[in-house]
């Protein structure tokens, strides 16, 4: 048996285990310093009331069994993608349940979407980058080429008519720069799209943190990105999800390539290589579309709106330069005084004890550059921010 | 953009579809009858008070910050992989917690697997056959071959020197046709594998229903597996988790091809395109091991195994021969008078209003036989098996 040898082909990641090991060596070193951490990708909020109602009681219904539910349908059940039909109308975006596929979560579906597609197509990402993009296309031996986000651009990279792209990651608001395309930028990509036959995959994971209305939660907003974009959300970030597990993925039933709809072929992936969400956390999935539901989320979700308004009132104050932290969870700033990534990693932790994530873990474009986030504690992050403050960091004058 | 072209080489499967038609018409030309369906896959009693129980509890930790999870290993939680440590400990096969990997179910895995196999790899399937294992290969473009079981082998192929396989596939007890391999048996598919640099991918879907102790229930009880196997198996059929979804896949830290440890790369496989099982959904799964949950789901897999020994006494005393039935929740039958398998379907749906599976949907081997599940009620299954004994099927005198 011959293994994959693509695999062979993968850089170890020691972006995570760096981070730890750097702070685990500084915490043996100062036993009596208090780390704070702002590098978490991760909610830190408890589910919702509704949410967890709606647990229990699909947990009763399983006990019994006249409400027992067994094998459910793979792509979903109607009641959940119902619910996600009305949201997205609230977005201008008209979706049919049929288009809804129910999944564990957008990172299983971002790697599984690409069984789909033939090994030779080139695929463009954006640098920096989430990694999942590069190293699913990776593992399926595919050629990858790079958009640059950078300063000169906002971080948001545009097409380039020179190149030829197959399949296009977009993902905005942006993991990790924060930067959030205008519908008029969508535009240019979904037309870039049409012009070349390529596919964009969306992701929208983070789209809940736009309160800007001007701004495109959906591709699906614009039009045309019917005939060209597969998008991909979740309720990891929405409703906090990150332990209970449910996403969604849309494939218009208008898209097709080679003659052929791309929603058959991903209904027959999933119907052959999945057996669905479980039931009792669809039921819960559903809950967040309730009156009671969406009120307790958003308050959620402004709870770490609240934490990067904190973060980026702080560096507007040390005059530091950011993307992101308005209409994202993520704040992406340039690192002061010149610094390097990790430069400025180690001066934070070991001046005031604050970690976050070097910029350049994400790519080449990502070097100088810094990602904290706003998914920790409102205490915490305070804390953070008044240590920053007093840090030697404040040359402005007008900072504590 | 290119799509995957190996899709189109999928046949559609119109077995279940087909079943549902016929079924659908003789109940609109018969509103009066009562049709009773023995050819069900799915469990039919509720979740057993124990995983109620630790399902509620954990959706109630999900509710308070200071006991919420957010993302969890991607391989799974601690205390749900020792937990199957023990259980396996119990059948002689000892297992680290590293080789164990938890997921959203068998299906899920045996498809995904796949992900870190050359396409250049012969695949072996035994006809008839459980169809996701063909579907996948055919995905990704692999070779495929047959290997027959029939009643020449009472429907357990052995493996042929003469023959080169790379990837095998084994499913024990087996779908559809519910037989069992020995541990001879077993050993010699461990030897040809160890021989020939294959790799064998154990189902041990239905492991619980075995009672008869001389017979594997893992295919490391036998010596050497665990340099030649990866074995899948799941709650669903052990605990009713078919609309809870939570499974398990072993991969051997000894497990190499290519001098690559496979363990790392479905580690990475993992870590990549998937985010692990729900806490909730795994805390359950926890509670299927205590002392309580232990006797609760025995308790439920001793209602089906009386089912099936209702339907083998039945095929018993009208002369009809069968696999399956004692260690498997299937029974295999000849379809008597030599009818075909869509005949004998007709025959039983036409005079007694009962349905089942052609085993003809399973492969050429199937042509001929049929199978019936022991997942129905307790009332349905002896109704059903009356009917039988009062039909024109009865020909010994000693049925009714």
């Known amino acids: 048996m011959k293994i994959n040898k693509n695999y062979l082909n993968l850089e170890a990641s020691y972006l995570f285990s760096t981070i730890a090991k750097k702070v685990s060596e500084h915490k043996s070193q100062n036993p009596d ?37 067994g094998y459910g349908p793979e792509q979903g059940y109607d009641f959940l993608k119902n619910g996600i039909k009305e949201y997205y109308s609230k977005h201008n ?3 049919e349940p049929d288009e809804i596929f129910i999944s564990d979560g957008a990172k299983s579906d971002l790697g599984n979407i690409l069984d789909i597609f033939d090994t030779d197509n080139t695929v463009l990402v954006q640098d920096p980058v989430y990694p999942v993009y590069v190293d699913t296309n990776i593992m399926a031996g595919r050629k990858i080429i790079y958009s640059n986000s950078n300063e000169t651009n ?14 296009i990651y ?60 597969i998008e991909f959300c979740s309720f990891s970030k929405t409703a906090g999800f990150t332990g209970t597990r449910c996403g969604y993925t849309v494939v218009p039933l208008s898209l097709r390539y080679d003659n052929t709809q791309l929603n058959k072929l991903w209904l027959r992936r999933q119907t052959t290589k999945f057996n669905g969400v479980p039931y009792i956390v669809q039921k ?45 969870p993520y704040i992406w700033l ?39 986030t706003s998914f920790g504690s409102r205490e915490k992050t305070i804390e953070a921010m008044e240590r920053l403050l007093n840090s030697s960091l404040c040359t402005t004058g007008n900072c504590s």
């Open 93 to 95: 975006a008209v979706l």
């Open 284 to 328: 819960a999935a559903a809950a967040v579309f309730s009156k009671e539901g969406q009120e307790e989320v958003l308050s959620n979700i402004n709870y770490y709106k609240a934490n990067a308004k904190i973060i980026t009132d702080t560096l507007d104050r040390l005059g530091i330069r950011y993307t992101g932290g308005t209409n994202s």
């Open 33 to 69: 310093k208090d780390i704070i951490r702002l590098g978490i990708g991760d909610v830190t909020l408890p589910l919702s009331k509704a949410v967890v109602k709606a647990l229990k009681q699909a947990s009763e219904e399983m006990g019994v069994k006249e409400t027992f539910h």
């Open 154 to 167: 906002n971080f948001l990279s545009m097409p380039d008519r020179n190149v030829k792209a197959d399949i």
């Open 334 to 372: 340039k690192c002061p005084n010149n610094m390097k990534s990790w430069e400025f990693f180690d001066y934070l932790l070991e001046n005031i004890q604050v970690v976050g994530t070097p910029g350049s873990g994400f790519g080449k474009n990502g070097e100088g550059y810094f990602r904290l």
């Open 170 to 229: 977009l993902c905005s608001p942006n993991n990790p720069t924060g930067a959030v395309y205008d519908r008029e930028q969508l535009r240019e990509w979904v037309q870039y799209a049409l012009d070349n036959n390529s596919i964009i995959l969306f992701d929208a994971a983070y789209e809940c943190f736009i309160s800007d209305e001007t701004l495109p939660r959906s591709i699906y907003e614009i039009e045309g990105a019917k005939d060209c974009a």
